[in-house]
């Protein structure tokens, strides 16, 4: 049986950057609409107008997951606005076997007069659950919530993050075939989030999901495969693995665009690791910095974090530097992390910069690089002969 | 999951729907059918909400009508004004005129408020759209029930008793309602994308109010008078007051033409308005 339930072919649309223009193409469409003319035109961009997404293509089995990621205004989102029918294509085809769900606007159109319960009411209706079905998941919606017996007070009292477990509790009870995920995936405290996981977990078995993100290691733990997506522009479907190196030399490009300067006293730096290192190696850092005035560099903290599971795994910290910097560019320090012992895998680097007395945060580098560590031969291996 | 039926099919091209209507008419038809739960959720919910944060309720329905009255009945009785004679006692003409101007005014306004009350919504989860405007007309529905309950207990001070004729009253605010949403609809697509309707909307309607026998009779003659009768909201206004006070309606085969056309422009307005929302959502939040 062919269980191909989502089929995107050369998916295009358009958008306008001026409000006056958008409004003025907005009614000409309408016009071309009611005529019975084709939505997009003849497939050209008018005056103020880019393409948010071109020529998209893609196809989704049952129990895949396809991850979206790419820069802030890449076409993400509004490729999942397009998949949910929000919004038409311009240009192109998509086709749907099956319910669409979507985890997007947990708690859309909560009344907050209402209460939890009338509430939960509403959203499912909303959200396409027949009235048979709400009656039949209403006691489960509201275990899953943890609401107790706030569920007969007025959504208003809740506290936020009471609104957005139900919200969640709401929109996961529903059994789609194709589910889209908007970088929500789990809500509340650490003990719900589980919760969420285990729940989103099963739906992965059971549906196409499509699934966009900004957060590196939720894609390595849910995607099969990854779309990189840059200024509408699909740059390929990659492995997770790769997806992230791609998506890191997009990032790249902008190469301060990571880098925050707190302190006045910096006007541009850079800093650079190398890709990869054996475990147990020795390894160094490079800043390159032009300052504004001289300044001395005292401690520098070095933060990595398992990608796969987006928990900070290890701390380096580099105190009494003494690194003093003129006015003149300084190009290409070093700065000495040590030797790293940490098991083999993708790991995510941040670093943050700080004056002699580590009391004034110069500059700070958030997921700059990304570091592999290359686990030595097994010991087994060498020992065993 | 996936066992007994086949699963739907859905596809979003960029092809006008207008293009091949039997699907259209189809999607319509299911679309309808699957707001009926939904429409009714919604009219619930707003509702409950609506009254349970006021303190008079429901009283609130009449307060537009009855201050209107209030108002007409005051400028005829000090002299300012001179109305002409009216077959009913003036504060019961003017009070049936203002109540159903009232239902009529609350359907135009009732999608566009819908709509865009629920912009956050419409923007973010697919649902029929036809469900909002069907919530409306539940809104509307309930607020004129309480107008015409409270309209019989006027009635009934002046000495004024419906007679079999009243059984027709709900058939006469179904057309004020008809006419009332269509108009609204047509409005809504272009209102949510230039907001001069929703400013302008207010004063039309005052003009097209002083236009109908509301608060003041048909003449015989007159350029009043001719326009008057061009206006299809005459025969509306004035058939159901006749049904209401037990009179005989005069107008009832352009009564009946313009429910007609009324239900045709509906149709029309609802495809119009399906064709719309996708754009109109595209540039909402873009």
Redesign the interface.
Same mark, same amino acid.
């Given at each position: 049986m062919n269980?191909t #339930?989502l089929k995107v072919e050369g998916v295009s649309k358009r958008?306008?950057r001026s409000l006056k223009q958008? #409004?003025r193409? $907005?009614?000409q469409?309408?016009y *071309? @609409?009611? %005529? $019975?003319? *084709?939505?997009?035109g003849n497939g050209q961009l008018r005056a103020d107008e880019f393409w948010a997404l071109k020529d998209v293509n893609f196809e989704l089995k049952?129990g895949e997951c396809l991850g979206l990621i790419g820069r802030n205004g890449a076409g993400k989102t509004t490729l999942l606005r397009?998949l *949910? $029918? #929000? !919004?038409?294509?311009?240009?192109?085809? !998509? @086709? !749907?076997?099956?319910? %669409?769900g979507?985890l997007?606007?947990l708690g &859309?159109?909560f *009344?907050p !007069?209402?209460t939890g319960r +009338?509430n939960i009411? %509403?959203n499912a &209706?909303? #959200? $396409?659950l027949?009235?048979r079905d709400i009656v039949r998941k209403l006691d489960d919606i509201i275990d899953f919530a943890e609401i107790g017996n706030f569920i007969d007070t007025p959504v208003q009292s809740y506290s936020s993050g009471m609104q957005v477990r139900l919200g969640f509790s709401v929109a996961s009870a529903l +059994?789609p075939?194709v589910l889209l995920l908007d970088e929500v995936l789990a809500v509340g405290d650490a003990g719900f989030k589980s919760k969420c996981f285990n729940r989103i977990g099963k739906l992965l078995e059971?549906c196409a999901v499509v699934f966009v993100t900004h957060s590196m290691h939720q894609l390595y733990r849910i995607a099969d495969s990854v779309m990189v997506l840059d200024k509408g522009h699909r740059i390929g479907t990659f492995s997770p693995h790769d997806a992230i190196k791609h998506y890191d030399s997009l990032c790249a490009g902008e190469a301060s665009a990571s880098a925050v300067f707190l302190d006045n006293s910096i006007a541009d730096a850079t800093m650079t690791i190398p890709e990869s290192v054996h475990a147990g190696k020795e390894i160094s850092a490079q800043i390159s910095i032009v300052p504004r005035r001289p300044v001395v560099i005292g401690q520098v903290i070095f933060n990595l974090t398992d990608m796969r599971t987006g928990t900070l795994v290890a701390e380096y910290r580099r105190t009494e530097l003494e690194i003093s910097i003129d006015t003149n560019f300084a190009h290409a320090i070093p700065i000495a992390l040590g030797p790293i012992f940490l098991r083999g895998g993708q790991y995510s680097v941040s670093c943050a910069v700080y004056d002699r007395k580590g009391k004034i945060n110069l500059a700070h580098f958030a997921n700059f690089a990304t570091l592999e560590i290359e686990n030595p031969v097994p010991t087994e291996a060498v020992c065993g002969f | 999951m996936n066992q007994q039926k086949p699963l739907p099919v859905t596809i979003y091209t960029s092809e006008s729907p207008i293009a091949s209507p039997g699907r259209m008419f189809r999607d319509m038809l299911r679309d309808l059918h699957a707001s009926h739960d939904l429409s009714w959720r919604l009219a619930v919910r707003d509702i409950s909400a609506q009254y349970r944060q006021t303190f008079f309720g429901f009283l609130w329905a009449l307060v537009l009508p009855l201050a209107n009255t209030a108002v007409w009945v005051f400028l005829s009785v000090s002299g300012i004004l001179v109305v002409g004679a009216t077959e009913l006692p003036y504060p019961v003409f003017v009070l049936i005129g203002t109540m159903l101007w009232a239902i009529f005014m609350e359907a135009v306004n009732a999608p566009m408020l819908g709509v865009s009350a629920s912009r956050d919504m419409l923007a973010k989860i697919n649902f029929p759209r036809e469900s909002i405007v069907i919530s409306g007309i539940y809104q509307v529905l309930f607020n004129s029930a309480i107008k015409i309950a409270i309209l019989l207990v006027a009635l009934a001070v002046f000495g004024t008793y419906p007679d079999w004729n009243f059984l027709f009253v709900p058939l006469g605010v179904a057309s004020l309602l008809i006419a009332g949403t269509a108009i609204g609809l047509f409005l809504t697509p272009i209102g949510l994308l230039y907001t001069d309707i929703g400013k302008g909307l207010p004063i039309l309607m005052q003009f097209l109010m002083y236009l109908t026998p509301v608060v003041y009779p048909l003449r015989a003659e007159g350029t009043l008078s001719g326009l008057l009768l061009l206006n299809p909201l005459t025969p509306l206004i004035e058939t159901t007051r006749a049904w209401l006070t037990g009179g005989t309606p005069e107008w009832l085969h352009y009564f009946l033409l313009v429910n007609f056309l009324a239900l045709f422009l509906l149709l029309g307005v609802w495809i119009v308005y399906r064709l719309a929302m996708p754009i109109i959502i595209e540039r909402m939040s873009s």
């Open positions: 269980d #339930l958008f306008c958008s #409004l193409y $907005g009614t469409d309408l *071309n @609409e009611i %005529v $019975g003319r *084709n939505h997009g049952r397009l *949910n $029918g #929000l !919004i038409k294509p311009d240009s192109g085809r !998509i @086709e !749907i076997r099956g319910r %669409v979507a997007i606007a &859309a159109g *009344n !007069i209402l +009338e009411y %509403v &209706a909303v #959200l $396409g027949s009235h +059994e075939d059971q | -």
